[in-house]
């Protein structure tokens, strides 16, 4: 879940610091909408890998 909150203030940082001319702001913004990108995909990967080991546990992504 974390990674869904670094995404939100991300663009909230990167969007102020756009529309406020601050580049340091909206680096920040970036950088931080990379890391919870980044966390996705590890998570991603985590449930893929116990979905490999075992095929018959339920995942908590499916509809």
Do not use: H
């Not at 920040?28 to 449930?47: I, P």
């Amino acid at each position: 879940m974390g990674e869904w909150i670094d995404k939100a203030k991300g663009k909230i940082k990167e969007t102020a610091g756009v529309a406020t001319g601050n580049r340091e702001l909206e680096a920040e913004g970036k950088a931080d909408t990379l890391k919870g990108n980044v966390k996705e995909k590890v998570e991603d990967a985590k449930r893929a890998i116990k979905d490999a080991v075992d095929p018959d546990r339920p995942s908590r992504r499916e509809p």
